[in-house]
Protein backbone atom coordinates (compact mmCIF):
# COMPACT_ATOMS: atom_id res chain seq x y z
CA UNK A 1 0.00 0.00 0.00
CA UNK A 2 1.52 3.39 -0.91
CA UNK A 3 1.74 5.93 2.02
CA UNK A 4 -0.65 8.06 0.59
CA UNK A 5 -3.33 5.52 0.40
CA UNK A 6 -2.20 4.95 4.69
CA UNK A 7 -2.66 8.62 4.71
CA UNK A 8 -5.94 8.44 3.99
CA UNK A 9 -6.81 5.54 6.23
CA UNK A 10 -5.59 6.29 9.63
CA UNK A 11 -7.87 8.34 11.91
CA UNK A 12 -6.86 11.63 12.53
CA UNK A 13 -7.76 13.02 15.99
CA UNK A 14 -9.13 16.94 15.61
CA UNK A 15 -11.65 17.35 18.64
CA UNK A 16 -13.62 20.49 17.16
CA UNK A 17 -16.79 21.60 17.32
CA UNK A 18 -19.14 21.51 14.41
CA UNK A 19 -22.74 20.92 13.30
CA UNK A 20 -24.74 18.26 11.89
CA UNK A 21 -27.44 18.07 9.09
CA UNK A 22 -29.69 14.72 8.51
CA UNK A 23 -31.73 14.87 5.12
CA UNK A 24 -35.03 15.96 5.40
CA UNK A 25 -34.57 17.91 8.86
CA UNK A 26 -33.62 21.47 8.46
CA UNK A 27 -32.19 21.24 12.29
CA UNK A 28 -28.66 21.82 12.68
CA UNK A 29 -27.38 19.93 15.55
CA UNK A 30 -24.33 21.24 17.63
CA UNK A 31 -21.84 17.99 17.37
CA UNK A 32 -18.07 17.25 18.13
CA UNK A 33 -15.67 16.07 15.62
CA UNK A 34 -13.08 13.34 17.55
CA UNK A 35 -11.52 11.87 14.63
CA UNK A 36 -11.81 11.61 10.79
CA UNK A 37 -10.23 10.02 7.98
CA UNK A 38 -11.32 9.30 4.12
CA UNK A 39 -13.37 6.12 5.38
CA UNK A 40 -15.36 7.93 8.56
CA UNK A 41 -15.83 9.90 11.11
CA UNK A 42 -16.59 10.29 15.15
CA UNK A 43 -18.91 12.42 16.59
CA UNK A 44 -20.41 12.72 19.78
CA UNK A 45 -23.63 14.47 19.67
CA UNK A 46 -26.98 15.06 22.32
CA UNK A 47 -29.40 13.80 19.92
CA UNK A 48 -30.08 10.13 18.79
CA UNK A 49 -28.74 9.43 15.03
CA UNK A 50 -31.04 6.54 13.13
CA UNK A 51 -28.96 2.98 13.10
CA UNK A 52 -29.51 0.27 10.40
CA UNK A 53 -30.01 2.70 8.01
CA UNK A 54 -28.18 4.39 5.57
CA UNK A 55 -28.25 8.70 6.09
CA UNK A 56 -27.56 11.43 3.96
CA UNK A 57 -25.85 14.33 6.47
CA UNK A 58 -24.05 17.47 6.02
CA UNK A 59 -20.99 18.18 8.53
CA UNK A 60 -20.73 22.05 8.86
CA UNK A 61 -16.88 22.23 9.75
CA UNK A 62 -15.24 25.15 10.63
CA UNK A 63 -13.78 27.62 8.28
CA UNK A 64 -16.64 27.26 6.23
CA UNK A 65 -16.35 23.75 4.83
CA UNK A 66 -19.67 21.75 4.33
CA UNK A 67 -18.54 18.35 4.00
CA UNK A 68 -22.07 16.69 2.48
CA UNK A 69 -21.84 12.49 2.47
CA UNK A 70 -24.02 9.39 2.35
CA UNK A 71 -23.25 7.38 5.65
CA UNK A 72 -24.04 4.36 7.69
CA UNK A 73 -23.89 4.59 11.43
CA UNK A 74 -21.53 1.61 12.27
CA UNK A 75 -21.74 2.04 16.10
CA UNK A 76 -23.23 3.73 19.04
CA UNK A 77 -22.24 4.58 22.86
CA UNK A 78 -22.94 6.45 25.61
CA UNK A 79 -20.63 7.89 27.96
CA UNK A 80 -22.18 10.68 30.53
CA UNK A 81 -25.07 11.05 28.67
CA UNK A 82 -23.47 11.95 25.49
CA UNK A 83 -24.25 9.59 21.87
CA UNK A 84 -20.47 8.32 20.79
CA UNK A 85 -21.28 7.41 16.83
CA UNK A 86 -19.07 5.81 14.88
CA UNK A 87 -19.92 6.64 11.27
CA UNK A 88 -18.97 4.89 7.86
CA UNK A 89 -19.30 6.82 4.50
CA UNK A 90 -20.71 4.46 2.45
CA UNK A 91 -20.25 6.78 -0.71
CA UNK A 92 -18.45 9.88 -1.09
CA UNK A 93 -17.49 12.05 -4.00
CA UNK A 94 -14.03 13.18 -4.67
CA UNK A 95 -14.66 16.85 -3.83
CA UNK A 96 -15.61 15.89 -0.66
CA UNK A 97 -12.43 13.92 0.32
CA UNK A 98 -10.43 17.01 -0.48
CA UNK A 99 -12.28 18.99 1.83
CA UNK A 100 -11.44 16.17 4.56
CA UNK A 101 -7.56 16.06 3.57
CA UNK A 102 -7.53 19.49 4.04
CA UNK A 103 -9.10 19.97 6.80
CA UNK A 104 -7.21 17.36 8.88
CA UNK A 105 -3.98 19.39 7.48
CA UNK A 106 -5.47 22.29 9.13
CA UNK A 107 -5.94 20.49 12.18
CA UNK A 108 -3.30 17.69 12.15
CA UNK A 109 -0.35 19.13 9.78
CA UNK A 110 2.34 18.09 11.73
CA UNK A 111 1.20 14.41 13.02
CA UNK A 112 0.30 13.85 9.10
CA UNK A 113 3.46 14.77 8.45
CA UNK A 114 5.21 12.84 10.90
CA UNK A 115 3.34 9.89 10.15
CA UNK A 116 4.46 10.45 6.57
CA UNK A 117 8.38 10.22 7.66
CA UNK A 118 7.52 7.56 9.73
CA UNK A 119 6.11 5.37 7.07
CA UNK A 120 9.24 6.44 5.08
CA UNK A 121 11.15 5.31 7.68
CA UNK A 122 9.72 2.14 8.68
CA UNK A 123 8.85 -1.01 6.96
CA UNK A 124 8.20 -4.77 7.17
CA UNK A 125 6.46 -7.13 8.89
CA UNK A 126 5.13 -4.25 11.54
CA UNK A 127 3.68 -1.53 9.59
CA UNK A 128 1.69 -4.58 7.41
CA UNK A 129 0.52 -4.85 11.07
CA UNK A 130 0.23 -1.22 11.42
CA UNK A 131 -2.10 -0.76 8.24
CA UNK A 132 -4.08 -3.38 9.19
CA UNK A 133 -5.37 -1.58 12.44
CA UNK A 134 -5.29 1.63 10.15
CA UNK A 135 -8.03 0.05 8.28
CA UNK A 136 -10.22 -0.63 11.55
CA UNK A 137 -12.75 2.04 10.61
CA UNK A 138 -15.38 1.11 13.00
CA UNK A 139 -14.56 -0.04 16.73
CA UNK A 140 -13.57 -2.74 17.72
CA UNK A 141 -16.10 -5.12 19.71
CA UNK A 142 -15.17 -7.83 22.23
CA UNK A 143 -16.35 -10.84 20.15
CA UNK A 144 -16.33 -14.42 21.91
CA UNK A 145 -17.97 -16.43 18.51
CA UNK A 146 -17.26 -19.56 17.20
CA UNK A 147 -16.71 -19.61 12.47
CA UNK A 148 -15.70 -22.53 10.47
CA UNK A 149 -13.63 -21.23 7.55
CA UNK A 150 -12.72 -22.24 3.75
CA UNK A 151 -9.11 -21.96 3.13
CA UNK A 152 -9.41 -21.46 -0.61
CA UNK A 153 -5.98 -21.62 -1.43
CA UNK A 154 -5.79 -25.47 -0.33
CA UNK A 155 -9.61 -25.78 0.05
CA UNK A 156 -8.64 -26.88 3.62
CA UNK A 157 -11.62 -26.63 6.22
CA UNK A 158 -10.87 -25.06 9.72
CA UNK A 159 -12.65 -23.93 13.21
CA UNK A 160 -12.00 -20.66 14.75
CA UNK A 161 -12.67 -18.36 18.06
CA UNK A 162 -13.14 -14.58 17.46
CA UNK A 163 -11.75 -12.40 20.07
CA UNK A 164 -12.93 -9.29 18.38
CA UNK A 165 -14.74 -7.91 15.32
CA UNK A 166 -15.78 -5.07 13.36
CA UNK A 167 -18.09 -4.64 10.09
CA UNK A 168 -14.35 -5.00 8.46
CA UNK A 169 -12.68 -7.12 9.98
CA UNK A 170 -12.24 -9.62 12.72
CA UNK A 171 -9.74 -11.19 14.61
CA UNK A 172 -9.83 -15.17 15.33
CA UNK A 173 -7.98 -17.97 16.98
CA UNK A 174 -7.13 -21.03 15.27
CA UNK A 175 -4.76 -24.09 15.65
CA UNK A 176 -3.42 -23.71 12.69
CA UNK A 177 -1.28 -20.48 10.92
CA UNK A 178 -3.02 -19.35 8.80
CA UNK A 179 -0.44 -17.16 6.66
CA UNK A 180 -0.79 -13.24 5.30
CA UNK A 181 -2.75 -13.31 1.86
CA UNK A 182 -4.19 -15.95 2.47
CA UNK A 183 -8.19 -15.74 0.93
CA UNK A 184 -10.98 -17.80 3.12
CA UNK A 185 -14.59 -18.34 2.98
CA UNK A 186 -16.19 -17.38 6.81
CA UNK A 187 -19.29 -18.78 8.27
CA UNK A 188 -19.56 -17.27 11.92
CA UNK A 189 -22.07 -18.45 14.49
CA UNK A 190 -24.36 -16.14 15.75
CA UNK A 191 -26.22 -16.64 19.26
CA UNK A 192 -29.61 -15.07 17.57
CA UNK A 193 -31.52 -18.34 16.09
CA UNK A 194 -30.45 -17.05 12.30
CA UNK A 195 -28.24 -19.06 9.82
CA UNK A 196 -24.46 -18.21 9.87
CA UNK A 197 -23.64 -15.19 9.09
CA UNK A 198 -20.93 -15.55 5.70
CA UNK A 199 -18.49 -13.40 4.84
CA UNK A 200 -15.38 -13.77 2.69
CA UNK A 201 -12.15 -11.82 3.64
CA UNK A 202 -8.18 -12.07 3.55
CA UNK A 203 -5.60 -12.85 6.05
CA UNK A 204 -3.44 -9.49 6.87
CA UNK A 205 -1.22 -11.02 9.60
CA UNK A 206 -0.73 -14.49 11.94
CA UNK A 207 1.31 -14.99 15.24
CA UNK A 208 1.62 -17.50 17.99
CA UNK A 209 -0.53 -17.02 20.41
CA UNK A 210 0.39 -20.12 22.79
CA UNK A 211 1.24 -23.68 22.07
CA UNK A 212 -0.28 -24.73 18.86
CA UNK A 213 -2.68 -21.68 18.90
CA UNK A 214 -2.46 -18.59 16.38
CA UNK A 215 -4.08 -15.31 16.25
CA UNK A 216 -5.25 -14.08 12.84
CA UNK A 217 -6.37 -10.53 11.76
CA UNK A 218 -8.72 -11.00 9.30
CA UNK A 219 -9.97 -7.89 6.69
CA UNK A 220 -13.39 -8.44 5.12
CA UNK A 221 -13.63 -8.20 1.54
CA UNK A 222 -16.40 -5.46 2.09
CA UNK A 223 -17.42 -3.82 4.90
CA UNK A 224 -20.95 -5.94 6.09
CA UNK A 225 -22.97 -3.43 8.15
CA UNK A 226 -26.23 -5.65 8.39
CA UNK A 227 -24.19 -8.21 9.57
CA UNK A 228 -22.31 -6.03 12.25
CA UNK A 229 -25.90 -5.44 13.47
CA UNK A 230 -26.73 -8.69 14.06
CA UNK A 231 -23.30 -9.13 16.08
CA UNK A 232 -23.73 -6.05 18.11
CA UNK A 233 -27.38 -7.06 19.16
CA UNK A 234 -26.06 -10.56 21.17
CA UNK A 235 -22.43 -9.57 22.65
Known amino acids: MAPQDRRNIVRWPVNVDAKLKVADSSALLPCQIKDINLKGIQISLAEKL ?3 KFLKLSFFLPESIVLDVEAWVAWQKVI ?16 EKEKI ?3 VYKYCGDKVKK ?10 EKMQKQDFE ?12 SLKFLNLSNNAEGQAQTFDISAKG ?16 MWLNIPD ?3 PLYARGEVVWSNNYEQNRFRSGIELEKADLMGMARVLRTI
Do not use: C
Not at 80 to 95: C, H, L
Not at 134 to 145: E, G, K, S, T
Open 50 to 52: EKD
Open 80 to 95: DNVNIYGIYFSKIKGS
Open 101 to 103: YNF
Open 115 to 124: HVWQETKEGG
Open 134 to 145: DRRIFARFPANL
Open 170 to 185: LGMVTEERLHPNTPLE
Open 193 to 195: RGE
